[in-house]
């Protein structure tokens, strides 16, 4: 992701990622992981951007992941349901894909119900939107 944006100022660039994703995908590597939360979304959209031009999507699997709703979102009224499928819908644009193969849970929402999360999750899988 950008080291300009974000927690991390050690993370690459987008040309340097690219070489990097280019090189795993010569030596047949296929499972490419990252976050909405990695450098505020640019981890995703240079992941994505790569994979787009160098692999078919098909022969790729991508894992993203989903950060607990925010203080300000629960003040809101946001519910986590509405939250995760927020998250999903950005992380599909950063992307620029249809669907995420595996989309993980980053860090424990002790404020919302699970039940809420688990639904949410089987919506964005029967959806097309996540395949697990």
Do not use: C
């Not at 974000?6 to 994703?21: F, K, N, V, Y």
């Amino acid at each position: 992701g950008d080291p300009s944006t974000g927690q991390h100022r050690w993370t690459l660039d987008e040309t340097a990622s690219r070489d990097i994703i280019r090189h795993a995908l010569e030596q047949g590597i296929n499972f490419y992981d990252t976050a909405i939360a990695y450098q505020n979304g640019s981890s995703e959209r240079y992941v994505g951007r790569a994979l787009r031009e160098m692999a078919k999507r098909e022969e790729v699997v991508l894992a993203t992941k989903f950060l607990p709703r925010t203080a300000a979102q629960i003040a809101e009224g946001i519910s986590g349901k509405q939250a995760i499928t927020r998250s999903l819908d950005q992380s599909l644009r950063n992307l620029g894909m249809d669907y995420i193969d595996l989309y993980i849970y980053h860090i424990w929402d002790y404020n919302t119900p699970v039940i809420d999360v688990l639904e949410a999750l089987h919506t964005a899988v029967t959806a097309g939107k996540v395949r697990a």
